[in-house]
């Protein structure tokens, strides 16, 4: 993907006009031609990859810290590869990467937010959904997440789901055969949990 991008950028480069007279090249001309873009491009995007999934490996969870650290590692990599740090590649390598981790920092925000949008899910529904959201998933259903939290469907109304209710919230037919057949599985055990849950939550004066 990164060497496909190169490429592209470089061909673009060499339509640029010629400098002038003792005027100087155009930035892309200075990163050399398609073969040029196209290896540091990859070696950008390839460093990102490697160190996310390290991180990810590592750490166990991807979020916003290993993408900023993945593209710090591919910004300082491709200032060093493109050969743009002039007299002094460390320090310029440094700056790269620093800008290309803050950018990629608000963009992942900015993604995360927007997918929480979609999913009609936050931190503070959670723990109120979890097994909702587990049978969705299961199911291959998660789409429709949001469809119960706008009907206020927690974990707690899991056994008493009906076709009616479902359709009330704009579940096709087919996802809510799916969605009772497997409630009906399960309801004792949804039961259980539902009453382990609420025996966990009672304070020490309702004991």
Not at 23 to 33: E, F, K, N, S, V
Not at 145 to 163: C, E, I, Q, V, W
Request: glycine share 12%; aromatic share 6%; net charge positive.
């Amino acid at each position: 993907q990164g060497g496909i991008l190169g490429g592209v950028m470089g061909s673009m480069s060499n339509m640029s006009p010629p400098p002038t007279a003792g005027g100087a090249p155009p930035p892309m001309a200075m990163m050399g031609g398609p073969a040029v873009q196209a290896r540091n491009f990859a070696v950008m995007t390839g460093v990102h990859a490697c160190i996310s999934a390290t991180l990810k490996k590592v750490r166990g969870v991807e979020d916003v810290k290993g993408n900023m650290a993945a593209s710090f590692g591919s910004g300082a990599a491709f200032s060093l590869v493109s050969g743009v740090g002039g007299a002094n590649p460390v320090a310029n390598a440094i700056s790269t990467g620093t800008v290309f981790a803050l950018f990629q920092g608000a963009f992942y925000q900015i993604g995360q937010k927007f997918s929480k949008g979609k999913n009609g899910s936050d931190s503070t529904d959670s723990v109120a959904y979890y097994r909702t959201d587990q049978m969705l998933e299961s199911l291959g259903l998660d789409k429709y997440k949001r469809h119960f939290r706008r009907g206020m469907l927690a974990d707690t109304t899991l056994p008493l789901l009906t076709d009616s209710t479902l359709h009330e919230v704009h579940v096709p037919p087919g996802p809510r055969l799916l969605i009772l057949d497997h409630v009906c599985t399960y309801k004792d055990a949804y039961k259980k949990d539902i009453a382990m849950r609420m025996e966990q939550s009672k304070g020490p004066l309702d004991q």
